[in-house]
């Protein structure tokens, strides 16, 4: 590991920062309301996943931007007057009590974070001023990045590609198994955010109890998955925990076995005396027998227990503190300063999607899919490829039936990281309509990417996103209804490949496609 490419740490934002940053979003009316609905879920996942990786300053971040866009923004859209969409906020504002309790269950670990982060500060360091206008500018965005004020090691992606996906290959099948062990307890996941946040809370306090306790805890948790009521979980797994901490499990010290074997050696002496009493000065040491016992056990003795006890000192010393996390910095940054983590796609994605676009693609019709993964270590990776029902026409594709996709994605704890479609008979480029489109994916994600394919031209393809400013903003306020319309502004959207871009292609990650259509 590079000495020169890991950053260190900031100290980890406050509440009141948290719920600053929080805020800081802009709610507009012109973006359909099935997409800011998608918005608060996906938000909900993230602070899961923000939670598995011990990431709770994220977590509290999105957890309570989630209760901002639900409790004060959904019911206001125009489209909230629909039977269907007023529904659908009902739905979310029911749960909003759960939100509440995670908030609050993640504020003692977001303050031990920053007692944790003063603690290991030998003393206060004077940063000198930065003569690079980019790297001043990358450490202005990054103080405002709670992801990077925490206690980790933070790494770039772009010098440790392979280190990122082989843990995130771990990490991923370390979720699958949590998730195939719940799938039982719960009879909708939709209802509650307790499958959200059950396996990282207790995988959080388990880091903070002792190996004996871990038991203890695990019983607890199963029986509070059998219980219905949330409020009643809570309230027996606190007083479970309580419980637990004031029993001390007995322990045995090393020495123990040592002592007792010293104890059955003054059993021979006093027989020598007896048997051969032509023998007695030998009597004497039997006055201190724990140093002179028979002839055997004393070399045996010394031998293992002396040159045993140096050796577990410098074994402890190098011990990595509990709390220290690997994690890799934001890919780039967004024109208005917000992180954007590095996405991992793999590289046989576009092929493999040609190939099922391939009959689209002779019959000049476009196609499109969806782009799904997972974040680990504050990195996101592509693992799934969706293909939704969906319209498609010679200049445009649409996609229908988007609920069956957002279920299955929620089943299979995936996020939605963008799109990718097919132009059979235009050149490498973003549409007005692919803009329009594109700004649905991104304002639930920032980092998401759409990629046009154009099989028969050169470049044969592209990975973008909006700008913001300007490209995000403009979009989401244009009032033009035509299909195809100029706009008034240059500079709405930008190729996203590493170098220049936060997206990476690795030909070791895997990933499946998933074909959701019924016709």
């Given at each position: ?18 719920v ?41 971040m ?46 003692p ?6 007692l ?42 772009a ?26 307890s ?24 002792d ?20 409020q ?30 010293r ?11 007896v ?9 004497a ?76 693609t ?30 498609c ?13 957002a ?34 994916y ?78």
């Amino acid at each position: 590991m590079n000495a020169s490419s890991a950053m260190r740490p900031g100290k980890p934002p406050s509440i009141p920062e948290l719920v600053a940053q929080a805020e800081n979003f802009a709610f507009n009316v012109n973006i359909p309301l099935r997409h800011w609905i998608r918005t608060a879920e996906t938000l909900c996942q993230e602070a899961a996943f923000a939670m598995s990786d011990s990431d709770y300053g994220r977590a509290y971040m999105m957890l309570y931007r989630h209760s901002v866009l639900v409790l004060n923004h959904l019911a206001t859209h125009p489209e909230y007057k629909d039977p269907l969409g007023r529904k659908s906020v009902k739905a979310l504002q029911a749960r909003i009590g759960d939100v509440i309790q995670e908030l609050e269950m993640l504020k003692p670990a977001i303050e031990g974070s920053r007692l944790e982060w003063e603690r290991m500060q030998p003393k206060k360091r004077q940063q000198p001023a930065s003569t690079d206008g980019a790297a001043s500018s990358y450490a202005g965005f990054a103080a405002q990045d709670p992801t990077l004020q925490r206690q980790t090691t933070i790494l770039d992606a772009a010098e440790h590609q392979e280190l990122a996906v082989d843990l995130a290959q771990e990490e991923l099948d370390r979720r699958t198994r949590v998730r195939r062990s719940k799938q039982d307890s719960y009879s909708s996941r939709t209802t509650s955010l307790k499958p959200y946040f059950d396996s990282w809370r207790n995988n959080y306090l388990n880091k903070t109890e002792d190996g004996d306790l871990q038991q203890q805890m695990a019983a607890v948790r199963n029986n509070l998955d059998r219980s219905s009521e949330a409020q009643q979980d809570t309230d027996q797994y606190d007083q479970n925990r309580s419980d637990t901490r004031q029993y001390h499990y007995p322990s045995v010290s090393k020495s123990r076995p040592i002592d007792l074997q010293r104890e059955q050696q003054p059993a021979p002496p006093p027989k020598f005396p007896v048997l051969v009493p032509e023998r007695p000065p030998k009597e004497a040491p039997q006055t201190w027998h724990a140093s002179a016992a028979p002839p055997l056990p004393p070399p045996n003795y010394n031998q293992s227990s002396g040159p045993e006890l140096p050796p577990k000192a410098p074994l402890s010393a190098p011990v990595v503190p509990k709390k220290e996390r690997l994690t890799f910095k934001p890919g780039a940054y967004l024109e208005n300063g917000d992180p954007i983590r590095s996405m991992f796609i793999p590289s046989k994605l576009r092929k493999t999607f040609l190939e099922i676009a391939a009959k689209n693609t002779a019959a000049g019709l476009e196609m499109c899919g969806v782009l799904c993964g997972s974040p680990v270590n504050n990195a996101l990776f592509v693992r799934c490829l969706i293909i939704p029902d969906q319209k498609c026409t010679s200049d445009t594709v649409e996609t229908v039936n988007e609920a069956t996709m957002a279920e299955y994605c929620m089943n299979e704890d995936l996020l939605v990281l963008g799109w990718i479609h097919t132009h059979p008979t235009q050149t490498c480029f973003m549409s007005s309509r692919d803009l329009h489109t594109h700004a649905g994916y991104q304002i639930m994600m920032p980092e998401s990417v759409a990629i046009v394919c154009a099989p028969k031209f050169n470049p044969s393809y592209g990975i973008f996103r909006l700008t913001h400013p300007p490209g995000l903003s403009h979009i989401l306020d244009c009032k033009q209804t035509s299909t195809f319309h100029p706009h008034s502004i240059d500079n709405l959207y930008r190729e996203t490949e590493h170098p220049s871009g936060h997206v990476y292609e690795s030909d070791k990650l895997p990933f499946y496609v998933q074909d959701l259509r019924t016709q």
